[in-house]
């Protein structure tokens, strides 16, 4: 059993790719119709959040400039849920580009995303190529006594390392 165990968790770090889950159709802010996966633009980002998520608001800078890199190689589709809040205004005060969805909950439970931010990097196969839940790091002395916006800071390059590396994979450098 050990063994197994220490085999799953290998293959767990070679970024073993799983097939999406079940496609899903939502409106969009602005009104438009989606059913994805099938219907995305290039290599799509999924990201769900919520506009109270100190992780989220940490994280979403780095993804608009992930965004500006890559350009019309990615769409990001952001699905708000467990929010209150009006996740237009997070959106507009920011300038981000995101196909934002403001009622993904549904989504949200169909995927296995149990807390946010959740994200996924899906290539135009429709192969899963990140999940953030997978992406581990070590805590360093003196982590567990910050705040959840001081951990947020810390964790979000970190986490936008890592959907780099993953799209410089899927997409390749020499975009």
């Known amino acids: ?9 290998l293959l767990a770090s070679f970024g073993v790719q799983a097939q999406v889950p079940e496609s ?3 409106e969009s802010l602005e009104g438009v119709s989606y059913t994805l996966p099938d219907e995305q ?27 500006d890199e890559y350009g019309d190689h990615i769409t990001v589709y952001a699905l ?6 009006d996740p ?3 959106i507009a005060e920011n300038g981000y ?7 993904a909950g549904d989504v949200a439970a169909s995927w296995g995303v149990h807390g946010t931010p959740g994200l996924f990097i899906i290539d ?4 899963v190529r990140l ?13 567990d006594a910050l705040s959840h916006a001081q951990k947020a800071a810390r964790r979000a390059p970190f986490w936008a390392a890592r959907i780099r590396e993953t799209l410089d994979e899927v997409i390749g450098s020499g975009r």
């Open 1 to 9: 059993m050990r063994s197994l165990t220490a085999a799953l968790l």
């Open 24 to 26: 899903f159709t939502l």
């Open 41 to 67: 633009h290039g290599v799509g980002i999924y990201l769900f959040w919520a506009s109270w998520c100190p992780y989220c608001k940490a994280l979403m800078p780095h993804i608009q400039s992930i965004l």
């Open 80 to 85: 708000n849920f467990r929010d209150r809040n």
């Open 88 to 90: 237009a205004e997070l």
């Open 97 to 103: 580009g995101f196909v934002v969805f403001p009622d």
């Open 124 to 127: 135009e196969s429709r192969t």
């Open 131 to 143: 999940n953030l839940y997978d992406v581990i790091a070590d805590n360093p002395p003196g982590y």
